[in-house]
């Protein structure tokens, strides 16, 4: 009678599972630590719990997941910060940023040991600031701190003009470029935190389509919830499955350096600080945004104009999901 009974359950569970949604969710770039809360959700099994089987579709240089999503053939992206979705809404792409993963956004600008000690000491090195960053954060800086375009240099993402020059600062993400400075440069840099100086833009969003979010809210719910609570077992739990999951999907990625990258992560605050704290990761609030694009509209990055609130949505954040999880 056991034997049956215990056939049963798993039969049933077997179905639940083969009933769940599909849905495919692209990152934006080769797997990290900085996707760990996703791969978690998979791995534990939390999407599944809700009703969803996710499939992880890894970005790269040769891979657009944002194209793919405006074009039907997956679900969710992770988009870059809040610029791009201002971006979409000037060019009526109808994407909605529905959680934003990051508070912070992990852009920084490294210098050399003591070299500077304030970011406004930064205004008197020599600057290496790719286009994409020179269009954006750098107009930030010129507006709010007074840096010049003079002391700006193409930055090729090379870093060797860097490390040969003490009198220079160069760009670059948390997690990356400071360990890679590292192991080439034979030095420990310096780190500025762009977000700590009032560069007050979301990062790592998820987005999805509107038409998503009117027709489907059930499943934005699940994803957003699942991987919110992926976050907090990634950050505070057993990440071990998740890890092995980001090393199958990006060989080349080591422990090394996920483990570096989850230390920045959580030193920094990048997923768990702010409002995060009470309201749970992946918070969006108004207030916050407007801040942003306030800054931004100063800048001259973005027009004043801009409905810039169809940019994103609240609904499905800041209910404090997760916050038992944290340990």
């Not at 009678?1 to 077997?14: D, E, G, N, Q, W």
């Not at 998979?42 to 999503?69: E, F, H, K, S, W």
């Not at 997956?74 to 060019?91: K, T």
């Not at 945004?289 to 104009?305: E, I, L, R, S, T």
Request: proline residues 4%; negative net charge.
């Amino acid at each position: 009678m056991r034997k049956i009974v215990l056939s049963l359950l798993l039969t049933t569970v077997a179905t639940a599972a083969s009933a769940n949604t599909a849905v495919t969710f692209g990152t934006n770039w080769l797997a990290q630590a900085e996707h760990g809360g996703f791969y978690q959700s998979v791995a534990d099994g939390t999407y599944a719990a809700c009703g969803l089987d996710v499939t992880i579709q890894p970005g790269g240089p040769q891979v657009n997941n944002r194209a793919l999503m405006l074009a039907g053939k997956i679900d969710f992206n992770m988009g870059g910060n809040l610029l791009e979705e201002f971006s979409a809404v000037q060019e009526g792409i109808p994407v909605v940023a529905v959680a934003a993963t990051f508070q912070k956004e992990p852009q920084v600008i490294l210098t050399h040991p003591g070299v500077a000690k304030s970011f406004e000491d930064l205004k008197n090195l020599k600057l290496f600031i790719g286009d994409a960053g020179y269009a954006s954060y750098y107009q930030w800086m010129i507006k709010a701190y007074g840096f010049t375009p003079e002391q700006r240099e193409v930055y090729t993402f090379n870093p060797a003009p860097f490390i040969a020059d003490e009198k220079s600062g160069m760009q670059g993400y948390l997690s990356s470029e400071p360990l890679m400075v590292e192991k080439e440069g034979g030095f420990k840099p310096d780190v500025w935190l762009l977000a700590d100086a009032g560069y007050s833009t979301y990062s790592t969003l998820i987005e999805t389509m509107a038409d998503t979010v009117a027709k489907k809210p059930e499943v934005v719910k699940c994803f957003v919830d699942g991987s919110i609570k992926g976050w907090y077992n990634f950050l505070y739990g057993d990440n071990s499955a998740a890890k092995e999951m980001i090393k199958k999907d990006n060989p080349d990625m080591t422990d090394e350096q996920i483990a570096f990258g989850i230390a920045q992560l959580k030193e920094k605050g990048i997923v768990d600080s702010g409002d995060a704290l009470e309201k749970g990761i992946g918070v969006i609030t108004d207030a916050h945004v407007k801040d942003f694009f306030d800054k931004m509209v100063a800048a001259g990055v973005v027009p004043a104009d801009l409905d810039y609130k169809a940019a994103y949505t609240t609904d499905f954040v800041g209910a404090g999901v997760g916050l038992d999880l944290k340990k």
